[in-house]
């Protein structure tokens, strides 16, 4: 069974970089049909789609953060990566990785999520 594991610091200074990493078990990231995504939930607000890998390693970004966002993967080590540049306190929120069989995930019935990690954009 997959599982989804996020990582990464809880909190990030104003005009940093925020990193974070998934780690991915049960599954291969590059088995042929599925998506790795990126989605995120600010306090109070919905969920927010940042982008995805394919397991042929093709990337997809939101086009509203497509500026800002940077997504890798390792495959000896099972993981792929988010950054996301530039960011401010407005970037506080939820992280989340997850497999899906689309590209766009948006809800968390699509696919298999991770437990999500809060990270706070603060001086």
């Known amino acids: 069974q997959v599982q989804l594991q996020e990582s990464g610091p809880g909190l990030v200074k104003p005009s940093q970089t925020l990193s974070l990493t998934c780690t991915v078990s049960?599954?291969?990231?590059?088995?042929?049909?599925?998506?790795w995504s990126w989605i995120r939930q600010p306090p109070g607000k919905g969920l927010e789609w940042m982008g995805a890998i394919s397991g042929s390693g093709d990337i997809y970004y939101s086009p509203s953060l497509k500026s800002r966002t940077f997504i890798s993967r390792d495959r000896s080590k099972n993981q792929f990566t988010l950054q996301l540049t530039s960011v401010t306190p407005e970037d506080t929120a939820v992280y989340y990785c997850?497999?899906?069989?689309?590209?766009?995930?948006?809800?968390?019935?699509?696919?298999?999520w991770g437990k999500g990690t809060l990270v706070t954009v603060s001086s």
């Open positions: 997850a497999r899906g069989i689309e590209v766009v995930i948006t809800t968390t019935n699509q696919g298999v």
């Open positions: 049960g599954d291969s990231i590059t088995t042929s049909g599925y998506f």
